[in-house]
């Protein structure tokens, strides 16, 4: 038992493994009891490919509209996949070989996120996008699976001219959020977020920074690449 409250502390520190801990209580209590701790980050499109292409011989990729067969093999649920093609979201599916290996869900505008009632609004308008659930089913997550499925959705995006992408991590994931630092994220904001029940309570680095809501009220985080440029000013200088 000592260990398994020491462990989080090591791998995350005081204050995360704290965090951490508090979260696991709550979910054993209830589902709808969890402390989510965010990081929003934000991702410039490369106009040229991410891997060499010999590594994308035999992947293909193709959107997933709504009813397509390949939907109901998604692990989240039916009602969540729902309220994504309601909101206009975009499924790229991965193919190699043309068995369906992973997928990457994309939208525009806004995003409303199914784990807690927070909206994010991606800007430029039209130029970004949120994109969410980037799954590779397990067999195929060894190798190069992550890098070769994001390569192809930065084509798929550059092509229909965006420049930014925005993603939401778990701070509690740790092999999630040094996959993405090797592929140029920036971090936009923290967001930790309490959910009792109906009852939520949020404390970004954002405006509108507190933010406290009872039932399916929304708060929204509008979301801005500037963090990209200040990255790019600091290697200058």
């Given amino acids: 038992m000592l260990n398994r409250v020491i462990s989080p502390l090591r791998e995350f520190g005081a204050l995360l493994g704290l965090l951490y801990i508090i979260d696991r209580v709550l979910s054993a209590v209830s589902p709808h009891a969890r402390l989510f701790v965010y990081e929003i980050m934000v991702q410039p499109i490369s106009s040229t490919p991410l891997v060499p292409l010999r590594w994308m011989k035999n992947l293909a990729f193709r959107e997933i509209d709504r009813g397509d067969p390949l939907v109901a093999s998604m692990p989240a649920r039916d009602d969540i996949k729902e309220n994504r093609y309601r909101q206009r979201a975009k499924c790229l599916g991965a193919f190699k070989a043309e068995k369906f290996i992973g997928y990457i869900w994309f939208v525009s505008g806004s995003y409303e996120e199914d784990e807690v009632n927070c909206t994010f609004v991606v800007t430029p308008e039209k130029e970004s996008v949120f994109d969410f659930d980037l799954y590779l089913f397990p067999e195929h997550r060894m190798g190069l699976g992550f890098v070769s499925l ?49 009852f939520e309570a ?33 290697k200058r200088a």
Wanted: with cysteine; proline share 2%.
């Fill in 150 to 198: 994001w390569s192809g959705a930065n084509e798929y995006l550059h092509s229909r001219g965006v420049k930014y992408t925005y993603s939401r991590v778990s701070r509690f994931n740790v092999a999630s959020r040094r996959a993405h630092a090797r592929l140029g994220w920036q971090r936009v904001c923290t967001s930790v977020v309490l959910k009792l029940w109906r």
């Fill in 202 to 234: 949020m404390v970004a680095t954002i405006f509108p920074y507190v933010h406290l809501t009872i039932g399916r009220r929304r708060v929204r985080l509008t979301l801005s690449p500037e963090c990209l440029f200040a990255a790019k000013a600091a």
